[in-house]
Each structure stands twice: as structure tokens, then as C-alpha cells.
């Protein structure tokens, strides 16, 4: 199993992986915004994009989207072929395609939305928090992808404010500064034990002197 960064050379998979995103949706009874072999093709292209094969069998996929002039990306279109499930794959893949995204975009927030407690489940391990929609981009054309969800009537009614996807977030500016904080708490703690040996250095020296 190799999973490499998307080409051209990849462009015969684009009908499969839309076949395989479609018929997921349906079993799984849940909305999906439905994507086209072009518009796939479109994010093979454009090296936005990850591909596992098993030699040259189609196993997974997922793309990057950039949204209000790069503040946002999204990781998108996920989807393990289900010859491929259980084994850790959709794991594999989602980590490529938050690194290439780290590396293209490092200053953009990442996002996703989801009703599946697996995404749930990775973008939590990644760092991502739940936010409600209001923290997510407000780039009309990245909404516009919801129109082929079944859900769509539920968005609109609430006024673009929620639907059954959740909201998820990575904030790299957040993660600066929880790290800083880590670090802190880090040099708090290295300094209080520094302080104890010190004491009882100096505190057995006292005594024996
Ligand atoms: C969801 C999907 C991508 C998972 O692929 P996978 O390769 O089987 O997932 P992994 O083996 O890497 O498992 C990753 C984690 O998700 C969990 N998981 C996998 N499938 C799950 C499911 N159906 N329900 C709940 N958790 C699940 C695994 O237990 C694992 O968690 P762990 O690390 O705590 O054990 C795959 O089932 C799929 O393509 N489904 C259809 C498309 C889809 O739902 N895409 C997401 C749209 S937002």
C-alpha cells in the first residue's frame, strides 16, 4: 500500500472515487455533497490531494480546499474503499493530507465538517476542537458545496447556523499557544524539582556543617 501525493497520472481514478463516495453516502443513509469525476480530476491536479493505492487498485482519497483567500482549508472527502476498511487506512491518509496541509498553508485555520464519528474521532487525535459553524469560513462557495446534501433544507432553515454535520477546527495560532503553555508548565515544574534538590542540598549541607 503506497499513499502519495495526488497527479494526472491519477486522473483514471477520479470515476471510482466518486462511485465509492456516492455509494458510502447511501448505505450509510447520511447527506453527502456529491462530487463529479471533473471536479475530482480537478483536485488530483493541482497536488491538493492524497491517493492510497494497493498496487494499482484504488483504496482511499481525500483533497485540500482553500477557502476565503487561504485563512481556511478544508480536508474533504475522505473515503477508504471498503476492501480497505478497518486497518487503519483512513488514519494513514487523513495524517498525509493534514501535513501537506501544514506544510502548503501553515498560517490557514483547518477545518472540516462531519457526521462521521470516525472523522470525529481523527480530527480530535490531530488536534481539532468542535466549533459551531460561526467559527468556520463564511466563503459562500464552500457553503454552496452543501446543496447536493440531503440535509441542505436543514442549513437553510437555520440560517446557515448548524445541521447535523459537526464542526471541527484546528487553529494553529491556538496550538502556538497551547504549546507555550505547555512549555510553562514544563519550566514550572522543572523549576519547583530544581528548587527541592537545591533545598535538600543545601538544607544536608547546613546540618552536617
Ligand atoms: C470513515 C472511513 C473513512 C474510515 O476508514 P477506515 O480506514 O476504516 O478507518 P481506520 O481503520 O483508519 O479507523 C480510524 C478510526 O476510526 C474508527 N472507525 C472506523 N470506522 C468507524 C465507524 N464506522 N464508526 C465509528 N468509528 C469508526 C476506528 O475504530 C479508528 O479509531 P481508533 O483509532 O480509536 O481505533 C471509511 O469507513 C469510509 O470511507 N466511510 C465512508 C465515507 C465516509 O464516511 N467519509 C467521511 C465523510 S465526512
Known amino acids: 500500500m503506497k499513499i502519495v501525493i495526488a497527479n494526472e497520472s491519477h486522473f483514471k481514478y477520479a470515476e471510482v472515487i466518486c462511485d465509492t463516495i456516492a455509494e458510502s453516502a447511501r448505505v450509510r443513509g447520511t447527506g453527502i455533497a456529491k ?3 471533473e471536479y475530482v480530476q480537478k483536485r488530483l491536479q493541482n497536488g491538493n490531494a492524497v491517493i492510497a493505492l494497493d498496487g494499482d487498485k ?13 485563512k481556511f482549508v478544508a480536508n474533504s472527502g475522505l473515503i477508504v474503499h ?10 494513514m491518509i487523513k495524517k498525509e493530507i493534514f501535513e501537506l496541509s501544514r506544510k502548503k498553508f501553515p498560517n ?3 477545518f472540516g465538517i462531519t457526521t462521521g464519528l470516525a472523522v470525529m474521532k481523527m480530527n ?3 488536534g481539532y476542537k468542535p466549533v459551531t459553524f460561526s467559527e468556520l469560513t463564511n466563503d459562500p462557495e464552500f457553503w454552496k458545496g452543501c446543496q447536493t446534501c440531503k440535509n ?18 484546528y487553529d494553529p495560532s491556538l496550538k502556538e499557544k497551547e504549546k507555550e503553555k505547555e512549555k510553562e508548565k514544563v ?6 524539582r530544581l528548587k527541592s534538590i537545591k533545598e535538600s542540598l543545601f538544607l544536608k549541607k547546613k546540618t552536617t556543617s
Open 124 to 126: 480530535y487525535e490531530l
Open 152 to 169: 441542505f433544507d436543514i442549513l437553510t432553515r437555520t440560517e446557515q447556523k448548524m445541521c447535523l454535520c459537526t464542526g471541527m477546527l
Open 187 to 192: 519550566n514550572s515544574k522543572a523549576f519547583t
Open 82 to 91: 471498503p476492501d480497505y476498511r478497518n486497518q487503519g487506512l483512513a488514519k
Open 108 to 110: 490557514a485555520k483547518i
Open 58 to 70: 484504488f483504496a482511499g482519497f481525500c483533497y485540500i480546499e482553500v477557502w476565503g483567500h487561504e
Open 35 to 37: 462530487r463529479t469525476p
